[in-house]
């Protein structure tokens, strides 16, 4: 479905998200940057906003202060982004980084804690300001990697709705799509007994048969135990042109392990989706922004997609020496530490221990730093999507 004159715009750079004021101060410039025309944030404006929201983090949160501090890295010290200090991942387990008082807290997102529980989750805090700047990245981004060429979409999420999973940043994420992209039939299909298969079946088959483009959203194991499924009963659709998925995270650890190829293979039988036309989405509970692939984006513009992750231009992602967190030589392998300007309440620069390398056109999540750790949404909805049509 191509866009034509008169179709709607909220959430296009350049114009606030939704119609909404921007807030005052810091908050608005960075909703100004996230959401002015691709390319306005050079270098010299990006390490500019980096700056000045470290130097306000590291006065707003005592603990990343107290970090800073024991890593000698200041406001007055600390000359380019690349220097800010950043949090790994572990210490939101067990750190709660705010900038703001108690009674600003708006909302509170958790990982999945798959190996210790409820004690082993790390947390993520939200003032409103920081959902709006949130919801404002989400917005342009899947307007430029998943939506380029699209408006409305009927758009299914193979995930539990914010109601049901209110401390999933994956719900809150991809209610935003829906309501900023998804046609009135979109929704969420896992409720409180699970993936509600035979509403699925149903949907997919009546959608098959218009021309309004279909959008599957769900975790990548998730949609592995879908079409195992679906392959087992012999069950396939012929969604209309313009259909695409998304899927985010990866296998982490299960037994079960596909290639991307191979994933893009069992959509293709299973859905009737186009080459280029089914994304992975890296997201984390502790950055307010996701990273695309280039699938969507690359082919409608005629690209050959080259399969790397995309920053938005409000990021930046560096590989790093895991004892020294400086970089490592161009193209070779590191952890990956994320720098996001969306991150208004939290440490705006984060230490993953996900491997991973640079190149000129993106970068690629190799594996896991340590393999026990298996945290993150994907695994939580692979539980919930075992049940087989």
């Not at 807030?23 to 025309?37: F, S």
Request: aromatic share 6%; hydrophobic share 40%.
């Amino acid at each position: 479905m191509s866009r034509t004159k008169g179709s709607r715009t909220e959430g296009r750079p350049g114009k606030p998200t939704g119609g909404r004021v921007r807030p005052a101060g810091l908050a608005g410039i960075l909703g100004e940057a996230i959401e002015a025309p691709e390319g306005y944030l050079d270098e010299k404006q990006f390490d500019g906003l980096a700056l000045r929201l470290f130097a306000h983090q590291y006065e707003a949160m005592p603990a990343y202060r107290a970090l800073c501090n024991a890593r000698g890295g200041m406001p007055e010290t600390v000359r380019g982004w690349r220097a800010i200090p950043a949090v790994s991942t572990s210490l939101f387990r067990t750190t709660a980084f705010f900038a703001g008082s108690d009674d600003a807290v708006a909302a509170v997102f958790a990982t999945s804690g798959t190996t210790g529980g409820e004690t082993n989750r790390g947390r993520s805090h939200f003032s409103t300001p920081g959902l709006e700047l949130m919801e404002a990245g989400i917005v342009v981004n899947a307007r430029r990697m998943l939506f380029p060429d699209i408006d409305r979409s009927h758009i299914l999420v193979l995930a539990p709705s914010p109601e049901l999973a209110p401390q999933m940043i994956m719900a809150w994420g991809m209610d935003r799509l829906i309501r900023h992209f998804g046609t009135p039939e979109s929704r969420f299909l896992i409720g409180r007994s699970g993936l509600d298969v035979p509403l699925l079946v149903d949907l997919l088959g009546r959608f098959s048969k218009g021309t309004t483009p279909v959008t599957l959203i769900g975790a990548s194991f998730g949609f592995v135990n879908l079409i195992e499924g679906f392959r087992s009963k012999g069950i396939a659709f012929a969604l209309p042109p313009g259909s695409r998925t998304m899927d985010a995270g990866g296998f982490k650890g299960k037994s079960r392990v596909l290639t991307r190829a191979e994933l893009r293979t069992w959509i293709s039988e299973t859905f009737g989706i186009a080459d280029g036309h089914a994304v992975n989405l890296l997201g984390m509970t502790e950055l307010a922004s996701q990273f695309y692939d280039d699938g969507v984006e690359a082919t409608v513009a005629g690209r050959v997609p080259c399969g790397l992750k995309q920053n938005p231009p409000w990021t930046r992602t560096r590989a790093v020496d895991p004892l020294t967190l400086e970089d490592v030589p161009a193209g070779s392998d590191g952890v990956l530490l994320h720098l996001d300007l969306a991150n208004l309440d939290t440490p705006m620069a984060v230490l993953t221990d996900d491997l991973g390398v640079c190149r000129p056109d993106g970068f690629e999540v190799l594996g896991r730093l340590s393999s026990d750790d298996s945290r993150g949404c994907s695994l939580t909805i692979d539980e919930l999507t075992r049940s087989r049509p």
